[in-house]
């Protein structure tokens, strides 16, 4: 009797537990937006507000903009491809990646981007736009993964996962000489995508990238000091999203690592300022600029707590009367089209 009766629990909680996996499984599976694509708005989603700095909550690098059926991320940082997938964004569709500069933080997920967009069901080779030298970085890319896509294929055959898809794509944009120059990366069903130059000396060639669509407009920073070229191309944007370092911060920790005779540490930490932007500066910019909103990204120190995020934005108010938001991974923006 005691034999049956636990018998009877255990098929009993064995089929509770069947359908709770069964009832993930539905989730995860119907879990894509797919309406995103269809949207007649310019959509932004940070998939990667951290630095090379580690944080728990907040990935390296990228920005993901969607409007006209296409989807496009800025920079692919480590860890950003999992704030994607939880972001539920149709990920086969991913269109391209467009590459500010080739720091780590900002092309270390490349080969997860390639690799889980062609999982999910992309069906063509995935075109990565970046300046001169992006070619060198897309072929790494696939040399490190070449064994990867053959296992993949073998496994389960070339009618799910076609081999033809698993590549990327390297797309160089030439860009002038001059600091502010630019280029149109492309123009595809009513996204206007331009690439234009900044100044992250002694890192060459560096560059940010602007977003039109339907009276609508995003700038997207990558890494760089001050640059005039900001200003330029940020006229008028809806919003502008910038990468920001508190210097504050920054010195308080640099004067720690030289009391506790950490010099190798100190002397790397006091060399970042001097090519990125202050809050502050980035303030400085989307005022002269005329942009609606300023969205900070790339944060070093991540401002986690009440009191770091008030030394963040120490000033910035000041100087810049419109909207000021600090990044966090997940985080939507979606700008509705705007009537001529």
Not at 149 to 170: F, K, L, N, Q
Not at 225 to 236: F, L, Y
Not at 280 to 308: C, K, M, Q, Y
Request: hydrophobic share 45%; with cysteine.
């Amino acid at each position: 009797m005691r034999r049956a009766l636990a018998l009877g629990l255990l098929a009993a909680a064995l089929c509770g537990c069947d359908r709770l996996i069964e009832g993930q499984l539905d989730r995860n599976l119907q879990r894509v937006d797919a309406s995103v694509l269809t949207s007649p708005d310019l959509q932004v989603v940070i998939c990667g507000s951290g630095s090379p700095l580690p944080d728990e909550t907040r990935a390296a690098a990228c920005t993901a903009v969607i409007a006209g059926g296409e989807f496009v991320i800025v920079d692919s940082g480590s860890g950003s491809w999992e704030v994607l997938d939880l972001a539920n964004l149709p990920l086969a569709r991913l269109s391209g990646v467009l590459l500010t500069h080739f720091h780590s933080d900002h092309i270390g997920g490349l080969g997860e981007a390639i690799t889980q967009s062609w999982i999910a069901g992309r069906k063509a080779p995935l075109p990565v736009y970046g300046p001169e030298g992006v070619e060198r970085v897309v072929a790494g890319f696939a040399e490190a993964y070449a064994f990867d896509v053959e296992h993949r294929v073998a496994h389960h055959g070339d009618a799910y996962m076609p081999r033809a898809a698993a590549s990327a794509e390297a797309h160089p944009v030439a860009l002038g000489e001059a600091p502010d120059a630019s280029a149109l990366v492309f123009e595809r069903n009513g996204l206007r995508v331009t690439m234009f130059r900044v100044d992250h000396d002694p890192v060459r060639p560096a560059v940010a990238y602007r977003f039109d669509f339907a009276g609508r407009s995003v700038v997207v920073s990558g890494d760089c000091a001050k640059s005039a070229s900001m200003v330029t191309h940020s006229k008028g944007a809806d919003v502008l999203i910038h990468e920001a370092l508190e210097p504050t911060l920054v010195a308080r920790a640099v004067a720690a690592a030289k009391r506790l005779g950490m010099d190798r540490q100190a002397k790397l930490a006091g060399d970042i300022p001097d090519y990125h932007t202050s809050p502050v500066e980035a303030a400085e910019i989307a005022r002269d600029a005329g942009v609606g909103e300023l969205v900070f990204t790339h944060l070093v120190p991540s401002p986690n707590n009440f009191l770091t995020r008030r030394i963040f934005l120490a000033g910035v108010a000041d100087v810049f009367a419109g909207k000021v938001a600090i990044a966090e991974d997940g985080m939507r923006i979606s700008l509705p089209p705007r009537a001529p």
